[in-house]
């Protein structure tokens, strides 16, 4: 069994920074590709960012410039660095990775809060 356990959300004043991390347990072959997805209230999930073993990386829009996505693979961790943080981030943040003989797994979620 494979378990991602996120941490770091919080509240946050409009401005600020978070960075939240991710990190994959259990008996693990090989994981491809980590990443991050969001939920905000009333809102479908949607993607933030991912990162392949390589290091290669993809962002939403809403993320370009702000955010920044980075792992360490020998600690299966990935970690999102949320910078110039608006209320429109404000969602529950999902860690995603794909992992070789499980396929996709989910983290349960942190919340992030932005607000004055």
């Known amino acids: 069994q494979v378990q991602l356990v996120e941490s770091g959300g919080g509240l946050v004043q409009p401005g600020g920074s978070l960075r939240l991390s991710c990190a994959a347990s259990?008996?693990?072959?090989?994981?491809?590709?980590m990443g991050w997805y969001r939920r905000a209230p009333g809102k479908q999930r949607e993607l933030v960012a991912v990162i392949t073993s390589s290091g290669g990386t993809n962002y939403a829009d809403s993320a370009k410039g702000r955010f920044t996505i980075s792992r360490d693979n020998a600690k299966n961790t990935v970690y999102l660095q949320m910078d110039s943080l608006t209320p429109e981030d404000t969602a529950v943040y999902y860690c995603?990775?794909?992992?070789?003989?499980?396929?996709?797994?989910w983290g349960q979620g942190t919340q992030v809060t932005v607000s004055s």
């Open positions: 259990g008996s693990i072959l090989r994981i491809y590709l």
């Open positions: 995603n990775a794909i992992e070789a003989t499980r396929g996709s797994l």
